[in-house]
Nanobody
Framework: QVQLVESGGGLVQPGGSLRLSCAASGSIFSINTMAWYRQAPEKQRELVAGITYGSRTNYADSVKGRFTISRDNAKNTVYLQMNSLKPEDTAVYYC???????????????WGQGTQVTVSS
C-alpha cells in the first residue's frame, strides 16, 4: 500500500522559514507529479505548488517568490521550502502525488495526512 508521510510543520513567527518534507513509501513503480496543498479553517483546500518528474514547477500567486518546491527522486521525497512566512500561510499542508503502484497500469492520486503550519507572533 502506498503512503505519503509529511513532516516539518510547526509554529513560526512572521518572516520566518520552515521546510516541509513528504516521503512516499510502499509498492511504487513510479511517482509522477507531486504537489503541496493547504487548507485553512473554513476555507477550501488550495494548490500551493506542484512539480513534475522532470522538476518543472508551478506556484500559487500568493506564494511566488517565497516558497520553493523540489524533489529527490532517489528518495521518493518532495520538499517545500517556505520563506518570509505570513500569518495568511497558516493552514494544514497536505502532500499530494500521482503515483503508479507496482503491478498496475493506472496512476492514482494519494494524499498525506497533513501537517500543521502556524505563523503567528
Amino acid at each position: 500500500q502506498v503512503q505519503l508521510v509529511e513532516s516539518g510543520g510547526g509554529l513560526v513567527q512572521p518572516g520566518g522559514s520552515l521546510r516541509l518534507s513528504c516521503a512516499a513509501s510502499g509498492s511504487i513503480f513510479s511517482i509522477n507529479t507531486m504537489a503541496w496543498y493547504r487548507q485553512a479553517p473554513e476555507k477550501q483546500r488550495e494548490l500551493v505548488a506542484g512539480i513534475t518528474y522532470g522538476s518543472r514547477t508551478n506556484y500559487a500567486d500568493s506564494v511566488k517568490g517565497r516558497f520553493t518546491i523540489s524533489r529527490d527522486n532517489a528518495k521518493n521525497t518532495v520538499y517545500l521550502q517556505m520563506n518570509s512566512l505570513k500569518p495568511e500561510d497558516t493552514a494544514v499542508y497536505y502532500c499530494n502525488g500521482k503515483i503508479r503502484p507496482l503491478g498496475l497500469t493506472p496512476e492514482y492520486v494519494y494524499w498525506g495526512q497533513g501537517t500543521q503550519v502556524t505563523v503567528s507572533s
